[in-house]
């Protein structure tokens, strides 16, 4: 009897092990801390419960039977496949190893993303203001955060978190910005039509990241607007450039004589006195160099650059645009012309048909040049609604046909043009200037004696330097030639390489010309669309739209097979009536042998 009761004991002890497991696991939980306590009530239990079962297996010889065996083979077979799958998808998750099979290598970055990423200095987020999550785009995301964990990409619904969408500024679906530390950048915009890319990405990414800024000097010394806060300042102006990590300083040309080499953007304000010749010369050297000139130009002023503009194409027309269409909705009478209609171009892509108005803005006549691509930016209403008024004392504005020119008027202008800079060398070598014939220079070889590949435009320009002119007559073999034979007259060192490296590094110029600065001030600068004008601008000109990286876009292979009607109607009778009726006859012959 003592034997038996002993056992029912140790039997009852050993429930206590469930139960400090519940104990435990309850503790646990509702207190949502995992204590000593929880611990070691969980402890407790699994020892007790561990030792009941060994003892009850002892008592009933549970090891030996056939069954136990085979069940606890089973058991041990299911843990050891479970901690395989386990561990795979453990080494899955810490390495990662993808195999892109498709031949463009479709869905694998860019060695130049791959290694950009691979070294952020410091953490970087996509933040992509959308509702839809487009799996392209996800994919690609998920490509550029496995290669670092400084990467990161957040969706947000601009709807649900409008706190953070004006944080960014973000005026439509779709928008996708990067954030590194305090700075913020718009990648692009994406749609149904267009997809995040890759090339725009790592672009953004290394502007974003580069501990460098572009340098724009506002010229100052003729009237200019005023840099800090003032009447008629541009100051909100300069604190959007500063916001857009753009560096500024003023600059007078009268006391350096030449633009800074650092000078990304050189901007001219409103000037209302005329620029000294030796300043005039300066912005050509500088334009001619590769630089980038912003001039905002009012009516009447004459800031004594038409021999700049003129080699660009470009005319200040001394008329007053007048549009009578938006008097009663901007308020400012019909001297404020109000802009609806813009280019196709960088820095206006995305405005669609918003608003935009210059109070006493001056019309621009564009003109075909040899080697300068100009794009309208600004275009006034067609005619009644706008026109140019050739009489600015008048109180009544009316269209004289006589004097007024119809509208639509172009206010605003962006042009490019491409160059081969000249190597540093004295005018009298001959083989400097001999690029002529070459398919890089963008003059046309025209015969005037003047053709310095620093102006690539017929006019000869009072800066060219036209002491190259006797070289013409050479024969266009000399530039494939790297070094003709030349007498001692070549002291510069530069003058051998010259035909090689001259006509080989071409770089290119941007101007934009507007004609007003008044919707750059303080005040209106923040109204509609006048402050993005100036931005933009300025930014296209920092050149900060060209890719650093030279990424190739990846594109799969068409395979498709173009048919002409002939190969098309043999396939399709070759399909549905040959091989049919062979197949029938080898049906008939096969039949025929065994019956």
């Given at each position: 009897?003592?034997?038996?009761?002993?056992?029912?004991?140790?039997?009852?002890?050993?429930?206590?092990?469930?139960?400090?497991?519940?104990?435990?696991?309850?503790?646990?939980?509702?207190?949502?801390?995992?204590?000593?306590?929880?611990?070691?009530?969980?402890?407790?239990?699994?020892?007790?419960?561990?030792?009941?079962?060994?003892?009850?297996?002892?008592?009933?010889?549970?090891?030996?039977?056939?069954?136990?065996?085979?069940?606890?083979?089973?058991?041990?077979?299911?843990?050891?496949?479970?901690?395989?799958?386990?561990?795979?998808?453990?080494?899955?998750?810490?390495?990662?190893?993808?195999?892109?099979?498709?031949?463009?290598?479709?869905?694998?970055?860019?060695?130049?993303?791959?290694?950009?990423?691979?070294?952020?200095?410091?953490?970087?987020?996509?933040?992509?203001?959308?509702?839809?999550?487009?799996?392209?785009?996800?994919?690609?995301?998920?490509?550029?955060?496995?290669?670092?964990?400084?990467?990161?990409?957040?969706?947000?619904?601009?709807?649900?978190?409008?706190?953070?969408?004006?944080?960014?500024?973000?005026?439509?679906?779709?928008?996708?910005?990067?954030?590194?530390?305090?700075?913020?950048?718009?990648?692009?915009?994406?749609?149904?039509?267009?997809?995040?890319?890759?090339?725009?990405?790592?672009?953004?990414?290394?502007?974003?990241?580069?501990?460098?800024?572009?340098?724009?000097?506002?010229?100052?010394?003729?009237?200019?607007?005023?840099?800090?806060?003032?009447?008629?300042?541009?100051?909100?102006?300069v604190q959007g450039l500063g916001d857009k990590n753009f560096t500024t300083s003023p600059l007078n040309l009268g006391e350096t004589s030449k633009v800074p080499q650092d000078a990304a953007v050189v901007i001219v304000a409103g000037p209302k006195r005329g620029l000294f010749e030796g300043e005039v010369k300066a912005l050509q050297?500088?334009?001619?160099?590769?630089?980038?000139?912003?001039?905002?130009?009012?009516?009447?002023?004459?800031?004594?650059?038409?021999?700049?503009?003129?080699?660009?194409?470009?005319?200040?027309?001394?008329?007053?645009?007048?549009?009578?269409?938006?008097?009663?909705?901007?308020?400012?009478?019909?001297?404020?012309?109000?802009?609806?209609?813009?280019?196709?171009?960088?820095?206006?892509?995305?405005?669609?048909?918003?608003?935009?108005?210059?109070?006493?803005?001056?019309?621009?006549?564009?003109?075909?040049?040899?080697?300068?691509?100009?794009?309208?930016?600004?275009?006034?209403?067609?005619?009644?609604?706008?026109?140019?008024?050739?009489?600015?004392?008048?109180?009544?504005?009316?269209?004289?046909?006589?004097?007024?020119?119809?509208?639509?008027?172009?206010?605003?202008?962006?042009?490019?043009?491409?160059?081969t800079p000249k190597s540093t060398s004295t005018p009298q070598v001959s083989p400097t200037p001999s690029p002529l014939p070459s398919p890089t220079t963008q003059n046309k070889t025209s015969p005037?004696?003047?053709?310095?590949?620093?102006?690539?435009?017929?006019?000869?320009?009072?800066?060219?330097?036209?002491?190259?002119?006797?070289?013409?007559?050479?024969?266009?073999?000399?530039?494939?030639?790297?070094?003709?034979?030349?007498?001692?007259?070549?002291?510069?060192?530069?003058?051998?390489?010259?035909?090689?490296?001259?006509?080989?590094?071409?770089?290119?110029?941007?101007?934009?010309?507007?004609?007003?600065?008044?919707?750059?001030?303080?005040?209106?600068?923040?109204?509609?669309?006048?402050?993005?004008?100036?931005?933009?601008?300025?930014?296209?000109?920092?050149?900060?739209?060209?890719?650093?990286?030279?990424?190739?876009?990846?594109?799969?292979?068409?395979?498709?097979?173009?048919?002409?009607?002939?190969?098309?109607?043999?396939?399709?009778?070759?399909?549905?009536?040959?091989?049919?009726?062979?197949?029938?006859?080898?049906?008939?012959?096969?039949?025929?042998?065994?019956?």
């Amino acid at each position: 009897m003592k034997i038996v009761a002993k056992k029912k004991l140790w039997k009852y002890l050993f429930w206590l092990g469930p139960f400090l497991i519940t104990v435990g696991l309850t503790a646990g939980l509702i207190s949502e801390q995992w204590g000593l306590i929880p611990l070691v009530f969980l402890i407790a239990g699994i020892v007790i419960s561990g030792l009941g079962i060994i003892w009850q297996s002892y008592q009933s010889n549970w090891w030996n039977r056939r069954s136990t065996q085979a069940g606890t083979n089973a058991l041990v077979a299911t843990l050891a496949i479970l901690a395989i799958l386990g561990l795979i998808n453990f080494l899955g998750t810490r390495y990662h190893l993808r195999a892109d099979l498709t031949e463009a290598q479709l869905f694998t970055l860019a060695p130049q993303s791959r290694e950009l990423v691979r070294v952020l200095p410091q953490p970087v987020k996509v933040w992509v203001f959308d509702i839809n999550q487009n799996s392209q785009d996800r994919e690609l995301l998920e490509n550029y955060q496995r290669q670092s964990s400084k990467f990161k990409y957040e969706y947000i619904d601009p709807q649900a978190r409008p706190g953070l969408a004006e944080k960014f500024g973000v005026k439509d679906y779709g928008e996708v910005y990067l954030e590194s530390g305090d700075k913020r950048q718009l990648v692009q915009t994406i749609n149904e039509n267009e997809r995040l890319s890759e090339i725009r990405l790592t672009s953004r990414l290394q502007q974003l990241t580069n501990s460098t800024t572009a340098k724009v000097y506002l010229l100052q010394g003729h009237g200019e607007r005023q840099l800090s806060p003032g009447k008629d300042a541009i100051s909100q102006a300069v604190q959007g450039l500063g916001d857009k990590n753009f560096t500024t300083s003023p600059l007078n040309l009268g006391e350096t004589s030449k633009v800074p080499q650092d000078a990304a953007v050189v901007i001219v304000a409103g000037p209302k006195r005329g620029l000294f010749e030796g300043e005039v010369k300066a912005l050509q050297d500088y334009l001619n160099r590769g630089g980038n000139l912003l001039l905002m130009i009012d009516p009447n002023t004459d800031p004594k650059l038409n021999s700049l503009l003129q080699e660009w194409g470009v005319r200040l027309d001394n008329r007053l645009a007048v549009d009578v269409s938006g008097e009663s909705v901007v308020g400012l009478g019909p001297a404020a012309p109000l802009v609806t209609e813009y280019g196709q171009h960088p820095i206006t892509k995305d405005f669609g048909n918003g608003n935009s108005f210059y109070p006493i803005a001056r019309p621009l006549e564009i003109s075909s040049v040899p080697g300068v691509q100009a794009t309208p930016l600004l275009r006034t209403k067609p005619y009644p609604s706008s026109w140019a008024e050739s009489d600015l004392q008048s109180e009544k504005l009316e269209f004289n046909a006589d004097k007024d020119l119809k509208g639509p008027l172009t206010l605003g202008v962006a042009l490019t043009r491409k160059q081969t800079p000249k190597s540093t060398s004295t005018p009298q070598v001959s083989p400097t200037p001999s690029p002529l014939p070459s398919p890089t220079t963008q003059n046309k070889t025209s015969p005037t004696p003047s053709p310095s590949p620093k102006t690539p435009q017929a006019l000869p320009s009072p800066t060219t330097q036209s002491k190259a002119s006797p070289t013409p007559p050479t024969s266009p073999a000399s530039p494939a030639s790297p070094a003709p034979p030349t007498p001692p007259a070549s002291p510069a060192p530069p003058s051998p390489p010259s035909p090689a490296a001259s006509s080989q590094t071409a770089t290119e110029s941007r101007l934009v010309v507007l004609g007003n600065s008044d919707f750059a001030t303080d005040g209106l600068f923040q109204q509609q669309l006048n402050g993005d004008v100036f931005l933009n601008s300025v930014t296209w000109l920092s050149q900060q739209d060209q890719q650093p990286l030279s990424i190739r876009p990846k594109e799969p292979k068409n395979r498709r097979i173009t048919l002409t009607t002939t190969q098309a109607n043999l396939l399709i009778l070759s399909s549905l009536l040959v091989l049919p009726l062979i197949g029938f006859a080898i049906a008939v012959i096969i039949w025929w042998k065994r019956r």
